[in-house]
């Protein structure tokens, strides 16, 4: 069965600084891989997913990730954090299954912004 | 830009009640979905719903049942609510894309059970 780590509960940053959030993934075949940021109070919003080609992904609000097969990782990556980026971010891998994908979300991380 | 709402953002009931949370689309997407997310926890999928009176159950779906008799509207129902059914409960909606699939979510529904 699939499955995401997100070894980090809590991320604490500067304002300013660059971001990883990191995203381990258990999955047979070529994962379906997703990013999804919560905002305090709202629901979840896609910010980028991969699922062929190039494995550098680029997404919305200036965020990246990775796709490294050889280490199961999908990196969550951003040069410069502002404080609007203070959130909840779930890394999911996603299982084809007749047309319809069933989602597996990580625990989450919480990004924490200081100025 | 795809709409998702939930019938209530904070919902407050009482041991044994019957409850019903509410939820609608309106971009004519196949699926739909109901989890809930517990700090700690993530996100845990209740139920899914691919086609209107289809649905299919997830990780957790003791003590819930669904609904779904128009495609735009996917009901949760928790027959006789309990104190530990306390949580957030979150809806999506995607659209078949092999796999690809973008999930659209609603605001959440914070219900307490008390």
């Known amino acids: 069965a699939q499955s995401v780590t997100q070894p980090d509960i809590h991320i604490t940053v500067s304002e300013g600084a660059s971001l990883e959030l990191r995203c381990n993934y258990s999955y047979g075949a070529t994962p379906y891989l997703f990013w999804y940021v919560q905002s305090p109070g709202q629901g979840l919003q896609l910010l980028l997913k991969y699922f062929s080609g190039d494995t550098l992904v680029q997404g919305i609000k200036g965020f990246e990730a990775e796709f490294k097969r050889s280490q199961s990782s999908f990196n969550l990556r951003k040069p410069s954090v502002h404080w609007s980026d203070a959130a909840e971010y779930f890394c999911a891998v996603g299982e084809g299954s007749g047309g319809s994908y069933i989602p597996t979300f990580g625990r989450g991380t919480s990004l924490i912004v200081h100025p | 830009d795809v709409k998702v709402t939930q019938s209530s953002r904070y919902l407050v009931k009482r041991t044994g009640e019957k409850v019903f949370l509410e939820c609608v689309q309106d971009?004519?997407?196949?699926?739909m979905f109901w989890y809930r997310q517990d700090p700690g926890l993530g996100l845990r999928l209740i139920y899914f719903?691919?086609?209107?009176?289809?649905?299919e159950k997830g990780d957790i779906p003791e003590g819930y049942s669904v609904s779904r008799e128009k495609k735009e509207r996917f009901s949760l129902i928790l027959e006789s609510a309990s104190t530990n059914q306390t949580s957030m409960y979150l809806c999506a909606s995607s659209l078949p894309q092999g796999g690809t699939d973008t999930q659209y979510f609603g605001p959440g529904t914070r219900l307490t059970v008390l």
């Open positions: 971009m004519d997407h196949e699926n």
């Open positions: 719903s691919y086609d209107v009176k289809m649905k």
